[in-house]
């Protein structure tokens, strides 16, 4: 699986880890930055990640910032993505099977990185397989739909 990857400042040295642990487990990492502690603002690199995915480019994506909620809130204004912040292997499994998560997120100032490698693991070892789930899921992509505009298009806005 090809897993796109991002952190803010705040998270690099977490984000070196992780990849490191991504690539050990047999899957190919696509980094999206940041590449040093130099400060550097989380929505561009979430972004990033949801468009790489959008694309083809990731089939799944890891962002980590300080608290992981901003990356979460970034990422889920990309059309499309599902980024959900997980804190625990129950929500790290139940973002990919209830949600089908494209995207988790992951607070360098909350979690240690022995945790975050866990929650890793725990995500992508699940297959999203539908059921009752699917039927939720959708009718977030439609909601989704109603509030996105496209240029030149027919849409709804926001307001």
């Known amino acids: 699986m090809i897993i796109g990857i991002g952190a803010d400042h705040n998270a690099f040295q977490a984000k070196e880890v992780v990849k490191k642990h991504i690539e050990s487990l047999g899957h190919e990492v696509k980094d999206y930055g940041c590449y040093s502690e130099d400060d550097v603002d989380y929505p561009g690199i ?6 790489a995915i959008n694309n083809g480019e990731a089939e799944r994506g890891i962002l980590i910032c300080g608290t992981g909620i901003g990356m979460a809130i970034a990422a889920n204004k990309i059309p499309g993505i599902r980024a959900a912040q997980v804190h625990d292997p129950y929500s790290a499994e139940r973002a990919e099977l209830s949600n089908n998560a494209q995207i988790i997120t992951f607070g360098a100032k909350i979690i240690g990185i022995d945790i975050m490698k866990m929650l ?26 109603e509030h996105t505009v496209i240029p030149g298009g027919e849409g709804a806005s926001c307001s």
């Open 46 to 51: 979430a972004f990033k990640v949801g468009e």
């Open 120 to 145: 890793v693991e725990e995500y992508l070892k699940h297959i999203f397989q539908g059921g009752n789930s699917s039927r939720k899921v959708q009718q977030i992509m439609e909601k989704e739909k």
